[in-house]
């Protein structure tokens, strides 16, 4: 990773590994959990998960105020293990799943962009992992 600040979030899903990297990667359930608050959505989402495939997630303002395409092509992929993928502006991000019993630690690695604060980034980033986190232990 390059000259940018990194910043590390996690969260323990009381839910074993195999469902955590479905609910993940399968759009139909990234469309359910990718958003940092309630004023946010999800709309639609693809999924092409494979070293060089891309992927993007619309993430919209539920009033229709405002959205933008969130997307990157994956540099690795290790089937419940590890993903890593570049973003449209080149920062890296790197994904670690750990299987702990019937649980599953994620961590997410990422290079802060110069826009934001690296704490506002860190706790947009981190809600969207708490939401997912709610989304898989409730199914």
């Given at each position: 990773?390059?000259?940018h600040s990194?910043i ?7 839910a ?5 990297w479905e609910y993940?990667?399968?759009p139909a359930h990234i469309?359910?959990w990718?958003?940092?608050?309630d004023?946010w959505h ?7 998960l ?8 619309r993430?919209e303002?539920?009033d229709?105020?405002?959205g933008f ?5 994956y540099d690795e992929?290790?089937?419940h293990e590890?993903i890593?993928?570049k973003l ?8 670690t799943?750990i299987a ?5 630690k994620v961590v997410e690695v ?25 989304h898989?232990?409730?199914?």
């Amino acid at each position: 990773m390059r000259n940018h600040s990194i910043i590390t979030i996690e969260a323990t899903v009381h839910a074993p590994i195999e469902k955590v990297w479905e609910y993940w990667t399968v759009p139909a359930h990234i469309t359910k959990w990718n958003n940092a608050s309630d004023e946010w959505h999800t709309p639609n989402a693809e999924n092409d998960l494979r070293a060089g495939g891309k992927f993007v997630s619309r993430m919209e303002a539920k009033d229709g105020s405002f959205g933008f395409d969130f997307g990157g092509i994956y540099d690795e992929v290790r089937n419940h293990e590890f993903i890593s993928y570049k973003l449209e502006d080149g920062r890296k991000v790197q994904i670690t799943f750990i299987a702990e019993e019937n649980d599953t630690k994620v961590v997410e690695v990422f290079e802060a962009e110069a826009a934001n604060p690296i704490e506002m980034q860190q706790e947009g980033w981190q809600a969207i992992l708490d939401n997912f986190k709610r989304h898989a232990e409730q199914q």
